[in-house]
């Protein structure tokens, strides 16, 4: 291939590209991005600590909980026959429908 040819090829592809790149510089920084990662990796850091110490304060409070459970166990403070509660009321009787008998022809 020449030179004229190559340049047919590659020249409408540049053009467009560069028109498009004009047409976006409206509406977004067509710049290089800036890659300051230090302030946002100390709030990452400070989060991850929040999240860690919450955790351990939860599993503590699992655990403490656990043993309360287990104690009351022990105790039995958790059966039902110490309870004093009555049964529960006995349901009403569904209502009936009489039934009716239906016509039908004799041939």
Do not use: C
Request: cysteine-free.
């Amino acid at each position: 291939m020449n030179f004229v040819a190559v340049i047919k090829r590659v020249a409408p592809f540049a053009l467009t590209f560069a028109v498009g790149l004009f047409i976006a510089s409206f509406f977004v920084t067509v710049a290089a991005p800036n890659f300051q990662f230090k302030r946002g990796f100390n709030r990452h850091r400070e989060y991850h600590r929040r999240i860690e110490s919450e955790n351990r304060r939860l599993r503590e409070e699992n655990n403490r909980l656990r043993n309360r459970v287990a104690e009351m166990e022990k105790r039995d403070w958790v059966l039902d026959r110490d309870l004093d509660v009555p049964p529960p009321p006995v349901p009403p009787i569904a209502p009936t429908m009489p039934m009716k008998s239906v016509p039908s022809r004799d041939r």
